[in-house]
């Protein structure tokens, strides 16, 4: 019995050890998770922890950007809005991450995980890491220092350069800093790329019923 069981391990792991070869022999990539990294939309001069009209609009508008980038997410992360964050002095709940990606969230019925809060980057990275979103699309909505931060320990961690992701400016509410990992081959360093929603133009006035 023990033998029988032994045989089918080894076969089990000769089997996953071979599914990249497979795959190339198919003309098909092997799995690679995708990590697509964005900052919460425009914010009012209070803060409030809040969207401002304008970044209600890009919340609206980057259902259709997601989808023609990156296709379906799987799964979808933002801080945790109970906790509170200071926010032009005062201190409020932190929801604006979670308010930019809920109409994606809506758009692709899927749920947001908040289960980390805005500086557990260890935490949320640990969860991106898991051996189950080796081929998964992954959206993070988050706040641009942490975001970067993020970005640089997803690359070191996996063999690539963080000098590559390039500082996040307190202006800029349209990246996206995309980490590519291939976890079934780790030799592969992770691949960073700097992309833009294309969002900037909107209005600042809020949409009208």
């Known amino acids: 019995m023990q033998s029988i069981s032994r ?3 080894v076969a089990t792991a000769i089997a996953v050890l071979m599914l990249p070869a497979q795959a190339m022999a198919q003309g098909l990539k092997p799995p690679v998770e995708t990590i ?6 425009e914010k009012p001069e209070g803060g409030l922890g809040q969207l401002d009209c304008q970044g209600l609009n890009r919340s609206l508008a ?7 980038k990156f296709g379906k997410p799987d ?7 109970a906790e509170q964050k200071e926010d032009e002095g005062a201190f409020y709940n932190y929801i604006r991450p979670l308010a930019t990606i809920e109409p994606t969230a809506i758009r692709f019925g899927l749920p ?6 805005l500086k557990d980057i260890t935490g949320l990275q640990a969860a991106l890491e898991r051996p189950e979103n080796r081929s998964a699309t992954i959206v993070v909505a988050w706040e641009h220092k ?3 931060k993020l970005a640089k320990n997803l690359v070191r961690s996996h063999g690539g350069d963080p000098d590559t992701v390039p500082k996040w400016r307190g202006s800029d509410f349209d990246s996206l800093y995309v980490i590519r990992i291939d976890q079934q081959n780790p030799k592969n360093p992770a691949q960073f790329e700097h992309m833009a929603e294309g969002l900037d133009h909107l209005s600042q006035i809020c949409p009208q019923q």
Request: aromatic letters at 10%; zero cysteines.
């Open 62 to 68: 980057l259902p259709a950007i997601i989808a023609s």
């Open 7 to 9: 045989k089918y391990a």
């Open 36 to 41: 697509v990294i964005l900052r919460h939309g």
């Open 146 to 148: 942490q975001a970067r």
């Open 112 to 117: 947001v995980d908040t289960s980390f809060g």
């Open 75 to 81: 799964r979808i992360f933002a801080p945790d809005p």
